[in-house]
């Protein structure tokens, strides 16, 4: 930790340790405040979101009173977001989206089908508005459903086009979409669940992990079974890292680490289940998921530069509300209907939410915080979700950005 004035403004400078440790507090905060504060633990608001965006807020108003500021270290965001995939990838099954075929066939149509709204709805009310059509853009799905990474990649080509302020537009919208991603799902789905009165019960859960009596009664590891599981995770991290490195230089075709782990997690899983080459310790699994989701996400969350949003004109705060709203309606009363109107079908809705407005992490937290309400985890939702919301809306959704701003920018 390290201070200085950097433009006359005193900042702190914080390691990757310290950043790691103030994420951890920041966690066990967001957790405290959840059970103690009932609106948290109703609407199942994330514990990283709570704590995190706290974090966020006194930054805020350090900027704002312009004595102070802090500057994180998150080298260790992106390896426990790996982290939390390799996980997911290795509770999944092939024989889950062989039965669950319809579910991932409709909530990948409507990815698909929501990236192309988001960028014509955003920029026809651009403009009409009166600001350019292309920022509507940058308030769609580049910025929503494509979140920071995809902001900061369309936004510098949006300005070389000549939509001045873009790439602000762009990042500001993300980071909105990250907040309210994060606070709309989980309420969105307990409202579902009550109007709908839904019977809380995964109905793939049988389907999903074939236990055994013993098996269902091992509920213990040792220390030596945690340094197995962990192990197993850090060497698939390191096979997908690889994975994804190779299949950049043969096809020219960045595929995000996260992916690549989840993939060759869930290959893994599948063999292993045929040829038992490893006993896997769910709930050591179940531990190293939470720690690494909780400590990603509260690390993005306190990292967010909020007052990035005051910079948004009016039009773009009105875009980025509707935006918001027809999201939510589609979610209520497309999506679900489609998906079944069960449970798994509610989860899978506020996923939906918080990658449709933020990113995939907000989709898992979402979908995490529902299932710890209702005691109730949907395997079904956890394996789709993530695999169609950081892989599959890729096929449709880059593409469909890049026509977009060359369109409008003619």
């Known amino acids: 930790m390290t201070w200085e004035f950097v433009d006359k403004i005193l900042t702190l400078h914080l390691d990757g340790v310290w950043t790691t440790a103030l994420a951890a507090i920041l966690l066990m905060l967001g957790y405290g405040l959840r059970h103690k504060v009932r609106f948290f633990e109703v609407f199942c608001i994330p514990a990283p979101v709570i704590g995190g965006v ?25 390896p426990m977001m790996i982290a939390f995939f390799t996980t997911v990838g290795i509770g999944g099954s092939f024989a889950l989206l062989k039965k669950g ?10 990815c698909w089908c929501l990236a192309v709204f988001q960028n014509g709805f955003g920029a026809g009310l651009a403009k009409l508005l009166g600001i350019h059509p292309a920022l509507g853009i940058m308030a769609g799905a580049a910025s929503l459903e494509g979140g920071h990474g995809a902001a900061a990649a ?6 070389e086009l000549g939509v001045a302020g873009a790439k602000v537009v762009a990042i500001a919208a993300a980071t909105y979409g990250l907040i309210a991603g994060g606070l709309l799902g989980g309420p969105l789905a307990k409202w579902l669940i009550d109007r709908h009165h839904v019977s809380i019960e995964a109905s793939q859960e ?10 269902k009664f091992d509920q213990f590891f040792s220390s030596f079974d945690f340094l197995k599981m962990l192990t197993l995770v850090l060497v698939i991290m390191v096979l997908g890292s690889f994975l994804s490195g190779k299949i950049k230089e043969w096809y020219n075709f960045s595929l995000p680490g996260y992916v690549g782990a989840m993939f060759v997690a869930v290959v893994f899983r599948n063999f292993n289940d045929h040829f038992s080459w490893v006993k896997i310790h769910d709930k050591a699994i179940e531990l190293i998921s939470d720690i690494s989701l909780g400590l990603f996400l509260t690390m993005a969350m306190m990292s967010l530069r909020i007052w990035e ?29 489609l998906l079944g109107k069960d449970y798994d079908a509610a989860v899978m809705c506020a996923g939906f939410i918080g990658h449709g407005l933020g990113a995939t ?7 995490g915080a529902v299932s710890e309400r209702y005691q109730m985890m949907s ?9 169609c919301g950081a892989v599959l809306i890729d096929l449709v959704g880059l593409p469909n950005i890049v026509w977009f701003i060359n369109f409008l920018t003619k």
């Open 54 to 78: 706290l974090m966020s807020l006194i930054a805020l108003v350090l900027h704002h009173q312009g004595g102070g500021a802090i500057k994180f270290n998150t080298a260790l965001q992106s």
């Open 101 to 110: 075929g319809k579910a991932l066939i409709v909530y990948l149509i409507f």
């Open 154 to 159: 369309f936004g510098p080509m949006a300005e």
């Open 206 to 215: 049988a389907l999903y992990i074939q236990k055994t009596e013993k098996e």
């Open 309 to 337: 949003l005051y910079d948004l004109a009016i039009p773009l705060i009105v875009i980025l509300a509707l935006q918001t709203i027809a999201l939510l309606l589609i979610g209520a009363f497309l999506l679900f209907p």
């Open 361 to 367: 992490p907000n989709a898992v937290a979402n979908m």
């Open 379 to 387: 395997h079904k939702a956890f394996l789709i979700v993530p695999l």
